[in-house]
């Protein structure tokens, strides 16, 4: 069965630096989604992504974040000069039109 | 304020005891419902929608629009129920991937 991929499963990086999440969606699903979920807290929609522009984000992201497709298959999540506050669970997902499917997400720390 | 409220962090039955777990929503237009849950170590996956009105694994979700509730129910537990249940919401037109999740409830089913 397809699967939604994501890479690493867990990062530490160092407050002030940059991170790139990296997401594999399902080949044939046009709708993309970043969700996080910090520790103890409720799973958060970060942003969706069709046609190659983002159709909708939340209050959480702000300039420090940015999405892309570089390519036919990837979709990334950049975090710039990250912060303390940032060290979350990230989920992708992508849909069909029906439901969302989830990657196993990937774990941030910044210390 | 669109919101998902799960009022219980923890709930622990016995194997064969009925489950009953509580959603309650806040939404303005035509909501859809879900039940994803979340086993150990394992990614998010669709439990149920409301608009399909199926059974999966032994548990069913009524919507009550009047109550707006979504509470998921199995009669009969057992030990591999045991995991994450989030309640989530969406637009009714919003392609099954702008979700808005309940703080999850853990089940644990006792021998």
């Known amino acids: 069965e397809p699967e939604v991929t994501q890479t690493p499963s867990h990062q530490v990086t160092q407050m002030g630096q940059e991170v790139i999440l990296r997401c594999v969606p399902i080949?044939?699903?046009?709708?993309f989604y970043w969700y996080r979920q910090i520790l103890g807290q409720k799973v958060e929609f970060l942003v969706s992504f069709y046609n190659n522009e983002i159709s909708e984000k939340s209050e959480i992201f702000d300039d420090q974040f940015s999405v892309e497709r570089p390519d036919g298959s990837n979709f990334t999540l950049k975090i710039r000069s990250t912060k303390l506050e940032d060290s979350a669970m990230y989920f992708c997902?992508?849909?069909?039109?029906?439901?969302?499917?989830f990657g196993q997400g990937t774990r941030l720390t910044v210390v | 304020a669109q919101r998902v409220t799960q009022p219980e962090k923890l709930l622990s039955v016995f194997k064969g005891a009925p489950v009953e777990l509580k959603c309650n929503y806040s939404?303005?237009?035509?909501?859809?419902l879900f039940w994803y849950v979340q086993y150990s170590r394992q990614r998010l996956q669709l439990l149920l929608r409301h608009i399909s009105r199926e059974s999966i694994k032994g548990f069913t979700a009524d919507l009550n629009k009047g109550e707006t509730s979504f509470h998921l129910k199995k009669p009969f537990a057992q030990e591999e129920d045991s995991a994450m249940y989030y309640c989530a919401l969406s637009g009714f037109y919003n392609q099954g991937g702008k979700l808005i999740f309940g703080q999850g409830t853990e089940l644990s089913v006792k021998p």
């Open positions: 080949s044939n699903h046009l709708y």
């Open positions: 997902a992508s849909s069909d039109e029906i439901q969302a499917f």
């Open positions: 939404y303005s237009g035509s909501p859809e």
